[in-house]
């Protein structure tokens, strides 16, 4: 970023340089600028979600307000990775990112996580249909009840009393 005048944001892609990618899509004197430096964030999805898995905590609040200011394209995207049965672990990253946005469009596969063997996922995944707050959970939240994993029945509880009556 320059000192006194906009974000160069063509610069900050070249340099894959996502905090400063999100500050500039913050930047509040031009939407263009805040425009592209979103695009260029989208730009980035796939090494974003790549770094969910980082044991860093400050680049993971990094690459999770990058994936939110995204939005959509990172949500269709994150739906995506979450039908890659293959990483759990890319699975859980993905399910705590789809809660923090409140996708809706992602209920089908946090539904669908609810049923892995994966205690943390399931964890994960009723925690984010509570918040997300989607009644069409209501049933599956219920069955949750009775997990195995009393952490899950705990996170299954919690997200039961999130949902509209």
């Given at each position: 970023m320059t000192l006194f005048g906009p974000p160069d944001v063509e610069r900050l892609k070249m340099a894959g340089n996502v905090?400063?990618?999100?500050?500039?899509?913050?930047?509040k004197r031009d939407a263009a600028v805040r425009e592209r430096a979103r695009?260029?964030?989208?730009e980035m999805l796939d090494f974003m979600v790549d770094e969910l898995s980082t044991k860093n905590i400050r680049k993971l609040a990094v690459v999770r307000e990058g994936l939110m200011l995204v939005?959509?394209?990172?949500?269709?995207?994150?739906?995506?990775v979450h039908t890659d049965k293959q990483s759990v672990h890319r699975r859980q990253d993905v399910t705590f990112v789809l809660g923090e946005m409140?996708?809706?469009e992602a209920v089908p596969v946090l539904l669908e996580a609810l049923r892995d063997t994966d205690a943390l996922l399931r964890r994960l995944a009723a925690d984010a249909l509570g918040k997300i707050g989607?009644?069409?959970a209501r049933d599956r939240l219920r069955l949750l009840l009775r997990d195995e994993n009393a952490i899950v029945r705990k996170s299954a509880a919690r997200a039961l009393r999130?949902?509209?009556v």
């Open positions: 905090e400063g990618l999100i500050r500039a899509a913050k930047y695009r260029g964030l989208e939005g959509r394209p990172a949500i269709d995207y994150m739906i995506w409140r996708a809706k989607d009644s069409r999130k949902l509209p």
